[in-house]
């Protein structure tokens, strides 16, 4: 391109603030400002047009699906719900691992990733500690057990000649009249070497397991992690006329079934690298009384920490019909099969303007406004006058000035800067026409190669970064060769969560990471073939439901804005 044109500056300021996001020269949210400065100084935009791509609808909803998540966590109903499912589970470590996949997986579905997995972490490390206690007690009263049965047997074999040969055959040493054993601390060293290794290893497990679950849950639902609502806000920013085609229920449709199986196969490879073949001890089937002691020991720690809670409380179910309220909202404004909520009750020229983000933002408030609890002690004195006291509502603001990401609502909102800045530009459109030539390859060779992309560069920067620098160009990409701009689109943004190799890559890895029983390498092993997992999976995905899901077989025309397909 040539400089200076506006193209090219777009390009630079691109460009500078990728350099910023991988690097962290800056720290992200403040790279994702830049905008703000850059675009009105090369006359790219103006800067009230600029500024309201930071709190736009995508951001709303952002907002206010986090206010929800800080409100069960406050009041720690992600805690029983873990400790419930746990509880059904039980701790044979198939089942095990199995439950903790599955908690954190759901619970990441509607809290932070990161929130969650800081909570699942030590939960895990508290039962299997108990199971490791267990098993070291188990292996001492056996060895004691066994060494009064083996004096027992040398004080008999002391009454009759002993044949030295035969002695030395059962691996025994003749020292005069007497008979030393030799192997009775070694094989307790032995034992306590192997249930050590074994334990290391089922820690590891168990944390990588949790660390990967906390991302592949994310996917699951629009709210879930930040690339979805990056997409979702890019598609209705580019394509404003595509009849609001991502919502909190097609994209449940499409990228739930995903996250089941892709979990499923994380927990198939995980019991492979971890726990090996033998199905009778990872399920324990025909366990020995000492298994199955050593099971309910860690077994009662699932149930004291129930038992700890308590009943439910007012708040806690007050925040469970919401959530529950919040969820069935979302999922009936615009089902697409039958007419919805929103478009029956607020419905002005055959559109209506209530969107996931409006949902968001009401329940959000119902939380500030619902009391936490009734009490008839809830009075104060006050100059002998007794003065009714109202009990704290079900969230207040030091609550949330104190866990709201902040930083991630301005970086998603630089990434709709981003990409508006790109469209008035004209940076989308010389973009898509450079990679005309692509039209000759097959569409799905296409997508798994963006897919593995995404995937490869995620590890690296941050998933929202990485989406915000790929989806702008694979929308214009798909525009220059006429393919569902979704085609692409849907499977890089969930390629973006696919961090699974560095403990860079996302802060679940980090958290887990921080315990020091992981290394490196054991998280690039395991990382890599479930990477290359998630990618066949999320390829799988887009040809089959996804496609009849969106109708990925044909160019839409709201994506047609040159009419040139």
Known sequence: LPFPCQEAECGYVIIVMALFWCTEALPLAVTALLPVVLFPLMNIMDSSTVSQEYLND?????????????????????????????????????????????????????????ATTAMMVPIAHAVLEQLHRSEVESNATDQVSENINKGFELQEESTTPVNSKEIREKGERVMGDSVHVLTVEEDRKRN???????????????????????????IATLTGTSPNLVLQGQVNQIFPDNGNVITFASWFSFAFPTMVLLLTLAWIWLQILYFGFNFKKNF???????????????????????????????????????????????FTREPGFIPGWATVLFNKDDESYVTDGTVAIFISILLFIIPSGFSNNSREQTDGRSKFQAPPPLLDWKVVHKKMPWNIVFLLGGGFALAKGSEVSGLSTWLGNQ????????????????????????????????????????????????????????????????????????????????????????????????????????????????SSLFNLQTFPSWANKTGMC
Request: aromatic share 8%.
């Open 192 to 218: 306590d070497n192997l249930t050590e290794k074994n334990h290391k290893k089922f820690s590891k497990g168990m944390s990588l397991a949790i660390c990967y679950s906390a991302s592949i849950g994310g």
């Open 435 to 546: 990679l005309t030539p692509l039209e000759s390859i097959p569409f799905p060779a296409i997508a798994f190669v963006m897919c593995l992309l995404v995937a490869t560069f995620t590890e690296c920067a941050s998933n929202v970064a990485t989406t915000t620098l790929f989806l702008p160009i694979l929308a214009s990409m798909s525009q220059a060769i006429c393919l569902h701009p979704l085609y692409v689109m849907l499977p890089c943004t969930l390629s973006a969560s696919l961090a699974f190799m560095l403990p860079v890559a996302t802060p679940p890895n980090a958290i887990v990471f921080s315990y020091g029983q992981l290394k490196v390498l054991d998280m690039a092993k395991a990382g890599f073939v479930l990477n290359i997992l998630g990618v066949l999976t999320i390829t799988l995905a887009i040809n089959t439901w996804a």
């Open 58 to 114: 995508s951001n709303m909803l952002f907002i206010g699906g986090l206010l929800m998540a800080i409100a069960i966590e406050n009041w720690n109903v992600h805690k029983r719900v873990a400790l419930a499912v746990l509880r059904l589970t039980g701790v044979r470590p198939a089942l095990l691992l199995m439950g903790f996949m599955v908690v954190t997986a759901f619970l990441s579905m509607w809290i932070s990733n990161t």
């Open 284 to 330: 324990g089937c025909g366990a020995s009384p000492a298994t199955k002691a050593k099971e309910e020991r860690a077994y009662g720690i699932i149930k004291e920490e129930s038992r700890k809670m308590g009943k439910m409380k007012f708040a806690e179910i007050a925040v469970v019909i919401l959530f529950v309220l919040l969820v069935l909202l979302w």
